[in-house]
């Protein structure tokens, strides 16, 4: 499935000289009042900009709940131990909205520029004239454009919200769709038991295409094999076909023809296991015996993805507590996720034990009690906050008494700074602190760090 370089050899078109800021407040005035999943919007939009989508490197398309990221930061790593120049579309942002889009160049792969951003916003923005259509829709078709007009031999691309009805599913032929571990959340839009939601995410699977599924719930996996089934899509399974496990403090990489003997991954936790191996079976399908051992060495040990039990060592949050005390951040929002991060923060106390608190903040649309009720036994102390700028956040009093509720200690503290200030009083000693809950929440802090 190796695939040479794509360039559509489209020069840019400039419009004006408003930021990219302003450009992304102008669009969110196009939003319906209410979001009804839909590819009509979009197929129109693309259509007026002469089909940007059918002009993209080779696609590896993903879906699933949890670890979409992680899995394309490892694939992505793996891909350039290979020398392959990788574009990458992600959603959210945590910083700034650039990161969305990661653009290959000449020295790696990065960040969409401002003025490549402007100019393709503008451009959809000009082609849609004033039709109602989504944020994310409108901003996909700019970073088809984008991706389209880019030289590079591949492009993970991620769904936003779902799969079958996600603005990225226009992509007709992949070169390889991914489905990650699915389990409730978006329950609004995507249904409300595992059987609904596992069927919106295998959306993406598409006619003779071949599909890497992580480890799923049996009842996620009987909708995900089925429509493979329909569609004649070879599937790739954890746990039947490939299998990674932590074994004498290294990775190993199992298939039918052998195992590799690996690096433990750079990225934090157990569930990070899982993922890896869901890459490196990707990268097997992409790459074939192009692959070699020392491209998933270095994928393994060089992937970045922030805010997922990443640690931060040094920065402007540190003023508020004592030399020694560890700060950990995840943006982990829902009950898979906050099973995922107990566990890796279980494993660290396991290591080296000290006074564990949480500083959490959360959207209204999350279940905040599963979210929460792993902790326990975790952590000493729970102090909540309200996200900063985001009017649908919980306000710190109320996380505290679903704090409350699943039998934590937990203060309600005015701001992030408060939080560390309060935690670091009541312990008097190098601590743990791991700030969860959601992403924007991780944003946040990662702009208050520096």
């Known amino acids: 499935m190796t ?5 559509a050899g489209h020069a840019p078109a400039r419009f004006g000289s408003a930021s990219s800021d302003t450009l992304l407040e102008r669009l969110k005035m196009l939003h319906p009042q209410s979001i009804d999943l839909s590819l009509g919007r979009i197929a129109r939009l693309l259509a007026a900009l002469g089909h940007p989508e059918r002009k993209l490197p080779p696609v590896v398309h993903v879906a699933g709940t949890n670890g979409k990221g992680s899995f394309q930061a490892f694939l992505r790593a793996i891909a350039e131990g290979l020398g392959k120049a990788v574009h990458v579309y992600t959603s959210p942002h945590l910083v700034n909205f650039h990161e969305r889009i990661v653009l290959a160049g000449p020295s790696g792969s990065g960040p969409v520029s401002e003025e490549v951003l402007v100019d393709c916003l503008a451009r959809a923005e000009a082609t849609n004239d004033g039709e ?8 996909t078709a ?3 454009l984008a991706f389209s007009e880019t030289p590079a031999d591949l492009l993970l691309l991620e769904t936003g919200l779902g799969g079958r009805l996600d603005a990225t599913n226009v992509v007709a032929k992949p070169l390889l769709t991914a489905i990650t571990p699915v389990s409730i959340d978006h329950v609004s839009f995507l249904g409300e038991t595992l059987t609904e939601i596992a069927g919106e995410k295998a959306g993406i699977i598409k006619q003779g295409v071949p599909c890497v599924v992580g480890r799923q719930e049996r009842e996620a996996f009987a909708v995900i094999g089925r429509k493979a089934e329909e569609l004649g899509a070879p599937l790739y399974v954890a746990g039947r076909d ?12 199992q298939t039918a023809e052998g195992l590799l003997d690996l ?7 157990r569930h990070q296991i899982d993922n890896a191996g869901n890459a490196i079976a990707a990268a097997s399908l992409v790459f074939g015996e192009a692959l070699s051992t020392r491209a998933i060495e270095r994928g393994l040990t060089h992937a970045q993805w922030p805010a997922r039990m990443e640690r931060l060592p040094t920065g402007g949050l540190h003023a508020y507590v004592e030399a020694g005390t560890e700060i950990w951040l995840d943006g982990g929002h829902n009950a898979a996720g906050g099973q995922v991060i107990a566990h890796a923060l279980a494993e660290l106390d396991d290591r080296l034990p000290r006074p564990v608190h949480l500083i959490w903040g959360m959207m209204e649309t999350k279940d905040a009690h599963a979210f929460i009720a792993p902790f326990k036994g975790l952590v000493e102390r729970i102090y909540t906050v309200a996200i900063p700028e985001e009017p649908n956040a919980f306000d710190a009093g109320a996380l505290a008494e679903i704090a409350k ?3 934590f200690d937990v203060v309600p503290c ?5 939080a560390l200030v309060r935690s670091q009083e009541a312990v008097h000693e190098a601590a743990r602190i791991l700030i969860c809950g959601s992403l924007y929440l991780a944003g946040h802090v990662l702009r208050l760090n520096g």
């Open 3 to 7: 695939q040479l370089p794509y360039s």
């Open 132 to 139: 109602l259509i989504t944020l994310f829709e409108i901003t």
């Open 142 to 144: 700019a970073a088809f």
């Open 242 to 253: 490939f299998d990674s496990f932590e074994q004498h403090g290294r990775l190993v990489f």
């Open 263 to 269: 690096p433990l991954p750079r990225l934090n936790g």
């Open 405 to 407: 509720a699943e039998g």
């Open 414 to 418: 005015e701001s992030l700074p408060d």
